[in-house]
Structure formats: structure tokens, C-alpha cells
């Protein structure tokens, strides 16, 4: 089963509280860490196999993923 999904939110939407709230079900907290954390860990672990061009950072909004150059 393919569970790959594209998540397209507002241009004032903050992008933090969109994947909290549909990952972790629950009401976004302003001051909580736990999407950039885990953003954080995945692209170490992107990193350490080579491959850590996939999740890209755009300024004001978010995070991306994206084909490596």
C-alpha cells in the first residue's frame, strides 16, 4: 500500500502545526520543538547514508522535499 502523500497548506499557514496536528492528532503547541526535531533527525540520518539533499529548507514557510541536484 502506498501511503505517500503531498501536503499543500496556505501561504499563511504555519507548516510546524499543519504536520503536528495531522501526525500527532492533537492541538499544535506555539512553542514546541517536536516537527523541527524530527525534521532534524531524519536529514542526520540522510546524511550519514549519502542521500541528505531530499528535504530542503524554504525560508518563511518550511520544509520541502526534493530531488538532490
Not at 492528532?25 to 512553542?31: A, I, K, L, S, T
Amino acid at each position: 500500500m502506498d501511503d505517500t502523500r503531498i501536503l499543500v497548506v496556505e501561504d499563511d499557514a504555519d507548516i510546524n502545526e499543519v504536520v503536528y496536528e495531522l501526525c500527532w492528532g492533537e492541538p499544535y503547541m506555539v512553542d514546541d520543538n517536536t516537527v523541527t526535531a524530527h525534521i532534524s533527525k531524519i536529514r542526520a540520518k540522510l546524511r550519514a547514508s549519502g542521500t541528505d539533499g531530499y528535504i530542503r529548507t524554504v525560508w518563511g514557510l518550511g520544509v520541502k522535499l526534493a530531488v538532490p541536484r
